[in-house]
């Protein structure tokens, strides 16, 4: 288990907590309660990866088979619970 600091700052966007930690190189997000995370150079990137990341997270829509498949998706794929493609 990798241990981290304390967060510097805490923000919300659509309905989802983030919190935020600094690194020697950069900042990390960690989404509170989904499987999302990210990272930046700058807060200000930092900011916008947390908001596409977040974007991309709620596209994924869950098939009758239990199977996760984005919803823009043509390539008739399904993705794993990890977000690799299967199939």
């Known amino acids: ?12 966007y659509r309905g989802v907590l983030f919190h935020v930690y600094k690194e020697d190189d950069g900042y990390i997000a960690v989404a509170d309660g989904v499987p999302v995370f990210t ?16 974007d991309l997270w ?9 199977k996760a498949s984005t919803l823009d998706d043509t390539s008739g794929r ?9 199939g």
């Open 1 to 12: 288990m990798i241990a981290m600091a304390k967060s510097v700052i805490a923000c919300w």
């Open 39 to 54: 990272q930046g150079d700058t807060l200000g990137e930092l900011i916008d990866n947390a908001k596409e990341a977040i």
């Open 58 to 66: 709620l596209e994924v829509d869950v098939n009758d088979d239990g």
């Open 78 to 86: 399904s993705l794993d619970s990890a977000g690799g493609a299967v």
